[in-house]
């Protein structure tokens, strides 16, 4: 079944460093593909996504792009701040035209960001 | 715009005890989902539907069961409440060709 694969963390950095987070999916068609942010004790908030193959999705600094290649989809942030700390989840959508409606998280990543 | 909502925010219950967790979206998505996030740990699907009268099992199930009458309400029910089903709750919704909206959750502890 579709899949997707994250970094484990936690990830801990200070501010202004660079950030990598490592995200693959199963190559099974051609899903969107999301990275969602979770501030603590809040709901997950959409971040960035990328709809089809060489997309780049940006926000707040952030970037991620869909490498169908390497079926990846890595985000990545050039100078990391304290307000960053949260976690992160890579995420893909069905298959464009298929008829499995489900959404297929990553397990999450802990960044915690300090002064 | 008041996008996916969820009430209560926060429950204690009893062991045996049921309750209903409600979700209601105003953006007419299909598609709506239920998510358990246990702590320090990812998303796992307990149930999802593609349309009003249509609902699945998702990783999870089992505990609970879930209802769409309407196209805007997916509200997701505990019959005997567990202490293995203490955990925030999630619901989402989406569109055919949008990214999810998740509520704000419900924290549920059981005792």
């Known amino acids: 079944g579709n899949s997707v694969t994250q970094m484990e963390g936690p990830v801990t950095l200070s501010e202004e460093a660079f950030l990598t987070i490592n995200c693959t999916y199963t190559?099974?068609?051609?899903?969107?593909l999301f990275w969602y942010v979770q501030y603590p004790g809040e709901g997950l908030q959409l971040l960035l996504k990328a709809t089809k193959a060489d997309d780049k999705g940006s926000n707040k600094g952030f970037e991620a792009t869909y490498r169908k290649e390497t079926t990846s989809f890595h985000l990545e942030k050039g100078s990391v701040q304290v307000s960053d700390s949260a976690v992160y989840f890579c995420?893909?959508?069905?298959?464009?035209?298929?008829?499995?409606?489900?959404?297929?998280f990553g397990k999450g990543t802990l960044l915690t960001v300090n002064p | 715009n008041a996008g996916v909502t969820q009430t209560p925010k926060f429950r204690i219950l009893k062991i045996g005890q049921s309750m209903t967790l409600q979700c209601t979206q105003d953006?007419?998505?299909?598609?709506m989902y239920w998510y358990r996030q246990d702590p320090g740990m990812g998303l796992k699907l307990i149930y999802y539907?593609?349309?009003?009268?249509?609902?699945d099992k998702g990783e999870v199930p089992n505990g609970y069961n879930v209802s769409r009458s309407t196209t805007e309400d997916f509200p997701l029910r505990l019959e005997l409440a567990a202490p293995s089903q203490t955990s925030v709750y999630f619901c989402?919704?989406?569109?055919?060709?949008?990214?999810?909206?998740f509520g704000q959750g419900t924290r549920l502890t059981v005792v």
């Open positions: 190559a099974t068609g051609y899903p969107s």
């Open positions: 989402a919704s989406r569109g055919v060709n949008t990214e999810a909206f």
């Open positions: 539907s593609v349309g009003a009268g249509i609902t």
């Open positions: 995420a893909r959508g069905p298959n464009s035209g298929g008829s499995n409606y489900k959404l297929t």
């Open positions: 953006m007419n998505h299909n598609y």
